[in-house]
């Protein structure tokens, strides 16, 4: 095992002085090294190196500005056993508690077996929790450090992330790539909203201290001053502005503090651009988060202005300084190679992410946009054979680009295809258009809304069959619930509700498109509700088989059901 291949104490050393110690590697784990030092208050920057035998692979500044500046917690807040405490420096007004992390994932990959990993501060070597002064490499890797010096003297790093990387500032390709992708979309924004897309968090830190992009950096950062004024405003904007850079030709993914954007001629490389907005109290607010303690505020924000970037023009906030010791606190000018913010973040604007149900509508407007299939599902086959001969109304639930509903109005049948994917609803009018299939209509409808889902429901005459594919596993019961409860109001003796969705048996299997929502929830359970509801279950089938895609074939509930 990695942690007991290492608990190896040098004979030379003898047990670690952890009483007089003025510092400590708390953690070295396959990941990340982590720990502290103990230094006069008034000290200069104190900079930490972790050297593979004798070689420095990375170095960092401790700073008192972590998140884990108490330097002695677990994640749960228990003392960690054994570990000297810093408390009495951080009571002793002339003394100061800094922290330092090192993400070190990829340095395995050149550590041969038995080799000594060290953390050096000035000439003292840190004593290593459990280890002693060093630890041995458990195990050889695939490479060498003569492997890794090479690298090094390519213009490699081991970057923020543990990963041997190529210096951004000597990526030219990458430097192209998002550059270019900055400014188009930036243009953009500029058109269709009025704001300005400044450079901002790790890009604008490399702009302002070092006069280029942050050498062991990963991403490019862009921000927005929105015109709204409160979190959930804010929020819905970003959606807005996701689906015009989608219907700009770009790819588009949502996260919790922003949008993800992406070329699709250079889908190798992206650039992150966040939301932000000043709130009622003049408060610039950063949903994505911060890890300092100030705040900028109306008063301080003057606007943008254009610099000489990595050859290019861009924009930075005319208080860059002021943001930048919001983001990373007061001692942003001190270099921290393995910053992270899952550990530095301090806060962020909750009220501003972008909720779950947004993610989903990003993330369907994308897919849309830029997938299509030509072919009805097996399930609309299906479906179309058990339907039998008169006249019906299929009312496609959840009709995306209209894949379906256009196969069942080639069939002879009335359709009312509703999604609330704009995108796709556009789409399908355009197919229905082109194939001259004047019995399909398509309305931009929001299943979660039984009300409006019910009013357009009403509007349908004779003979009707509610047509759900692929829905009820990507909207929460909530939603579900609400659709249901329309279908049940709004169906009549002898109409049909067909679904096809995964179950929980799918969930732990491949999926060639993990990154949105799924609901998984019992075959079992869903017939029973049915039933319960007052529908009589023609055919049911719990299954794999009923749809395979690429690599991918899931566990599906087909069912098929009449209304008493």
């Known amino acids: 095992m990695f942690g007991r291949a290492r608990r190896h104490r040098s004979p030379e050393a003898g047990p670690p002085p952890l009483l007089q110690v003025s510092g400590i590697v708390e953690a070295f784990t396959e990941d990340e090294v982590r720990g502290w030092v103990s230094v006069p208050a008034d000290s200069p920057p104190t900079e930490v190196e972790l050297r593979l035998g004798s070689m420095t692979v990375t170095r960092t500044t401790a700073t008192p500005d972590g998140a884990m500046s108490a330097g002695r917690k677990k994640p749960n807040g ?15 007004s002339r003394r100061q508690i800094r922290t330092f992390t090192f993400a070190i994932s990829q340095l395995w990959d050149f550590a041969p077996q038995g080799t000594p990993l060290r953390v050096v501060t000035g000439s003292q070597v840190l004593p290593i929790h459990g280890h002693g002064m060093f630890l041995r490499a458990p195990r050889s890797g695939s490479q060498t450090p003569l492997d890794l010096q090479e690298r090094f003297d390519e213009g490699y790093l081991l970057g923020r992330t543990g990963v041997v990387q190529v210096s951004k500032g000597l990526d030219e390709v990458w430097q192209s790539a998002v550059g270019s992708l900055y400014e188009s979309t930036r243009a953009v924004l500029a058109a269709e909203f009025g704001y300005d897309l400044f450079i901002t968090y790790g890009t604008l830190l490399g702009a302002v201290r070092e006069g280029g992009f ?65 709130d009622a109290e003049g408060v610039l607010q950063h949903p994505f988060g911060y890890a300092g303690h100030r705040q900028v505020t109306t008063a301080d924000w003057t606007g943008t202005r254009e610099i000489e970037f990595v050859g290019r023009t861009a924009s930075i906030p005319a208080c860059a300084e002021e943001l930048l010791a919001t983001f990373y606190g007061d001692d942003w000018r001190l270099p921290k190679t393995a910053f992270k913010w899952n550990v530095e973040r301090r ?73 609330r994917a704009g995108v796709a609803i556009e789409h399908a009018r355009e197919k229905a258009h082109q194939a001259g299939l004047v019995d399909a209509r398509f309305e931009v409808c929001d299943l979660a809304d039984g009300a409006a889902l019910a009013e357009v429901l009403s509007e349908q005459d004779g003979r009707l069959v509610f047509y759900s594919r692929f829905v009820l596993h990507a909207i929460d019961a909530q939603t579900q619930a609400a659709l249901q409860d329309a279908v049940d109001a709004q169906s009549r003796s002898g109409d049909l509700f067909v679904a ?30 049915l039933r319960r509801r007052g529908w009589a279950i023609d055919y049911d089938v719990e299954s794999s088989g009923l749809a395979p895609w690429g690599d991918e074939d899931p566990v599906l509930c087909r069912a098929v059901a009449r209304r008493l």
């Open 78 to 92: 228990s003392p960690t056993p054994g570990l000297p405490s810093p408390q009495g420096d951080r009571r002793n």
């Open 214 to 278: 942050l050498a062991h950096d990963n991403d490019y950062d862009a921000s927005y001053v929105s015109s709204t004024t409160t979190g959930p405003e804010a929020a819905d904007e970003v959606v807005e502005v996701a689906k015009v850079l989608i219907a700009a030709g770009y790819r588009v993914g949502a996260m919790a503090g922003g949008l993800h954007v992406i070329d699709p001629a250079r889908p190798r490389h992206r650039i992150d651009i966040f939301h932000t907005y000043f």
């Open 347 to 419: 806060g962020k604007d909750r009220t501003g992410v972008v909720t779950p149900s947004q993610l989903t509508e990003v993330y369907w407007a994308d897919y849309y946009a830029h997938n299509g299939h030509a072919e009805a599902s097996s399930f609309a086959r299906f479906v179309d054979d058990r339907m039998g001969p008169g006249p019906a109304t299929v009312v496609d639930i959840g009709c995306g680009d209209g894949r379906d509903s256009i196969f069942f109005a080639t069939r002879g049948r009335q359709v009312l295809g509703l999604d």
């Open 500 to 529: 096809e969705f995964r179950t929980d048996q799918d969930e732990e299997r491949l999926k060639a498109h993990p990154k949105h929502f799924r609901r998984y929830q019992s075959a079992a359970g869903f017939l029973a509700d």
